[in-house]
């Protein structure tokens, strides 16, 4: 009770305040609450997600009809425990990302007891049925529902809670991936797409703190498990952009193939429960066949970066993975597409090696570049994240003397993507997911806007902005300084916003602020 008392939100520690020591040093504490839990819950759930994947190329190597019965039996129970799961908990279906981006936005009001329960079992259900989805996003959601979890503790402000939920979510793909840099950079590029003192504090604190329970206590390693030792020359530069418009291209596919798949499976008319049933029992039937497309792919990716396959080969790598991809997440299941953006993107760099080497143009040295850059490529494509592309690619890989090589191709398939106007995949999840405003579209709700240095609204009064509808600036921090916005105020470069406006003019309003 005291440990609550003392950091319970109040004039002197309310993080809408100026940024005084005692705010700091109770953000860091609370930071490091959070990432020790989620550290160690996300890391409980990729070792067992892993251990389901052996357990069941294990039990799967049995075909004889007893085992065969039994394992369909236990598929079919699983894929109906799945969707009670999801029943009780809807918004732990799905990657995550995007419920937690919403719940930044004040959209989605998260029940973390219930979704992180419902993400858990759920997860491991379906990763031990080989479904073709991750455990970043699920991890995300995870330390997400923690970090809401910690913030009830000590009676949080709503600002405190969401900064809290932010820093949960960072330690979630911390542990998933052991990258804590790139867990952190996640979410100021993803999910808050800008930076803050506040934010940046706890975010950082948690996701180191993830990696220390991580790598420490449980002895985890960056989960592709593989480096490139050798730099690529500069003179197969010019075959990188190759693989960059590939990828650019195959992350426009992908996110477009997700979100029919989506569609296709709101359009069956079965219940609930029995298209649950029977997508495990698909799922099952592909893995009699081959487990080579199962799971995350966390193993395939380093055998791409290190074994030669052929191009049909690969190619049907690809494909297949994209499309078993798109029908296991259509399903709603609780699984993400972080991991298989990569497994596809690997097989792509791989496809366009295999194709140049068959040509003669490139030797077989080089491999390991090629997947790793095409990555990268996918990653920027499909999530429109290429800081957090790059960045997360050499962090897993431990290679960033190829940062050269990898940006080029990150930035191509980047550019590649924006002229074919796709969004990131997890904001046309989000659009999916909120649908039009119902009837609460009336409520208050609140986000943080930064100026940019280079702005068209920098110098500018505030009485002659032209405001989206019932939008409010609520205050002022310039230079660790509260201000109160008058109609003569006038804003300057780096000044933080708080702004309030309705639940259903908030992505108007939020977009006014990133266009300025």
């Not at 039994?70 to 990302?97: E, N």
């Not at 298989?340 to 295999?354: C, D, E, N, S, T």
């Amino acid at each position: 009770m005291k440990l609550r008392k003392f950091f319970a939100a109040s004039p002197g520690h309310d993080v809408m305040n100026a940024m005084t020591m005692g705010t700091i040093i109770s953000l860091v504490i609370k930071g490091a609450i959070v990432g020790a839990i989620a550290g160690f819950f996300a890391a409980t759930f990729r070792y067992l997600i892993q251990w389901g994947e052996e357990f069941r190329k294990a039990y799967m190597a049995h075909t004889d009809p007893v085992s065969v019965a039994m394992w369909l039996g236990l598929m079919v129970i699983l894929g109906y425990a799945c969707y009670r799961l999801l029943k009780w908990a809807p918004l732990s279906g799905g990657s995550g990302i995007p419920q937690i981006e919403g719940e930044m936005m004040g959209i989605f009001d998260m029940q973390p007891y219930r979704t992180f329960i419902s993400k858990y079992f759920g997860g491991v259900f379906n990763g031990l049925c080989g479904f073709s989805v991750g455990r970043e996003g699920p991890s995300v959601q995870l330390g997400g529902a923690i970090g809401k979890i910690v913030s009830y503790f000590f009676r949080s402000s709503l600002r405190e809670q969401r900064i809290l939920t932010s820093a949960g979510a960072a330690a979630g793909l911390t542990a998933a991936f052991s990258a804590p840099v790139s867990g952190a950079i996640f979410v100021f590029e993803e999910v808050h797409k800008s930076f803050y003192p506040v934010l940046v504090i706890p975010t950082f604190t948690a996701a180191l703190m993830s990696n220390f329970v991580t790598s420490f206590l449980f002895g985890l390693q960056p989960s592709l498990g593989f480096t490139v030792w050798v730099g690529m020359p500069i003179t197969y530069f010019s075959y990188l952009l190759l693989v960059g418009v590939v990828t650019g291209f195959l992350g426009v596919i992908f996110n477009r193939s997700i979100l029919l798949f989506k569609d296709l499976f709101g359009r069956v008319k079965l219940s609930g429960a029995l298209k649950m049933i029977i997508t495990f029992l698909v799922v099952t039937a592909i893995g009699y066949d081959s487990q080579v497309l199962l799971g995350g792919g966390n193993s395939l990716v380093g055998e791409l970066a290190d074994m030669p396959y052929s191009v049909w080969i690969l190619a049907g790598i690809v494909v297949g993975k994209l499309l078993l991809t798109s029908f296991c997440f259509g399903s709603g299941i609780q699984g993400g597409i972080f991991l298989p953006m990569l497994v596809i993107g690997a097989g792509a760099g791989a496809f366009v090696h295999a194709a140049l080497q068959q040509a003669s143009i490139v030797g077989n040295d080089y491999l390991g570049n090629f997947v790793i850059c095409a990555m990268a490529g996918m990653l920027a494509a499909a999530m429109r994240t290429p800081l957090l592309s790059i960045l997360l690619v050499l962090e897993m890989t431990n290679s960033f003397h190829s940062i050269y090589a990898v940006g080029l191709v990150a930035i191509t398939s980047y550019l590649i993507a924006g002229l074919c106007k796709e969004p990131s995949i997890y904001d046309s999840l989000l659009e999916l997911m909120a649908g039009s405003p119902d009837d609460t579209e009336a409520e208050q709700t609140f986000f943080e806007a930064k100026i940019p240095v280079i702005s068209q609204i920098t110098g500018v009064p505030i009485r002659e902005l032209t405001l989206p509808r019932d939008t409010i600036i609520v205050s002022i921090c310039r230079h660790g300084l509260h201000l109160v916005p008058l109609s003569d105020t006038v804003l300057e470069s780096g000044d933080e916003l708080y702004v309030s406006c309705r639940r259903g003019t908030l992505k108007e309003a939020k977009e006014y602020f990133m266009a300025s």
